[in-house]
C-alpha cells in the first residue's frame, strides 16, 4: 500500500485545514487508518484514528474537539480536518495504516511521506 498525503500549509492561529491521504495499491485489505505528527526535537505522536468502516474513531486529547478524521473508501482516501489550529499544532503530519485497532507507531505497516503544518500565532 502507497500513502500520499496533503493539504498541508502556512496559516494563521483559528484557521482552518484539511488534509487528505490517499491510498493506492493492495487497498482491498480493511486497514485502520491513522494520522500522526512530529514537531521539531519532538518524537512522533497519535492524532487520530478511524476504522475502515468509519464507525469508530479516536483522537489525542489535544486535539479532541477542534479535529475530525473520516475516510471515503470509494475513493481510498482518509481525511483530517482541523478547525481552531493552534501554533503549538505546527508539525509534518503523516497518515499511516495497520490491521490493528492502536496508537502503537510500531504497528503500523504502512506510512505516507509527510504533510508540513505550520500555525502562525
Known amino acids: 500500500v502507497q500513502l500520499q498525503a496533503s493539504g498541508g500549509g502556512l496559516v494563521q492561529a483559528g484557521d482552518s485545514l484539511r488534509l487528505s491521504c490517499a491510498a493506492s495499491g493492495r487497498t482491498s485489505v480493511t486497514y485502520i487508518m491513522a494520522w500522526f505528527r512530529q514537531a521539531p526535537g519532538k518524537e512522533r505522536e497519535f492524532v487520530a484514528r478511524?476504522?475502515?468502516?468509519?464507525?469508530?474513531?479516536d483522537y489525542a486529547d489535544s486535539v479532541k474537539g477542534r479535529f475530525t478524521i473520516s475516510r471515503d473508501n470509494a475513493k481510498n482516501t482518509v481525511y483530517l480536518q482541523m478547525n481552531s489550529l493552534k501554533p503549538e499544532d505546527t508539525a509534518v503530519y503523516y497518515c499511516a495504516a495497520t490491521t490493528s485497532w492502536t496508537i502503537g507507531i510500531s504497528a503500523y505497516d504502512y506510512w505516507g511521506q509527510g504533510t508540513q503544518v505550520t500555525v502562525s500565532s
Open positions: 478511524i476504522t475502515y468502516s468509519g464507525g469508530r474513531t
